[in-house]
């Protein structure tokens, strides 16, 4: 496991919309985002009740202030991009939760790991936290949360559903 997991706003907002944000707690204790990705979390709506309440409980938390100004690649957004730089100065196994398709081919080009919202179901299900990751995936879709079809289906097929 890793020592440090850094979150983007994507799973955070796909978890509260599930009721999952607890599962984040549940499989990695302790979860931080950089500021930017709080700022991602302020301007939506809510934030959810459960990303409060976790930030209250102390294990999500908004690290100090985001990293040394580097030029942002265009096609990231400023949550992906700090989280992306937070991981790669921290000194040690470090893992990144992040959706977007381009900011994951940015992590892995930079030696990270990465997993998604989708990973995170997947992992919640073979930990017993959930019953049913369809029941999850399902749920998702009807919150409007973007998934790809194919990504459900590889990660179904993964977990044996």
Sequence with gaps: MARLVLTDASPLIGLARIDGVGWLRELFGRVEMTPAVFQELAAAEGP????????????LVSRGKDTGERPRPPHLGA???????????????????????????????RGLTVAGTAAVVAMAQSQ????????????????????????????LHRVGK
Excluded at 48 to 59: H, L, S
Excluded at 79 to 103: I, K, N, Y
């Design 48 to 59: 959810e009740r459960a990303i409060v309440q976790a930030m209250e409980e102390g294990w």
């Design 79 to 109: 949550g992906e991009w700090t989280t992306l730089l937070a991981a790669g100065e921290h000194q040690g196994p470090v893992l990144v939760l992040v959706d977007d398709r381009l900011a994951r081919r940015e992590a892995r080009v």
């Design 128 to 155: 017993g936290l959930i019953p049913s990751a369809r029941d999850a995936f399902e749920a998702l879709l009807r919150a409007d949360f973007r998934i790809s079809q194919e990504v459900i289906l590889e990660v």
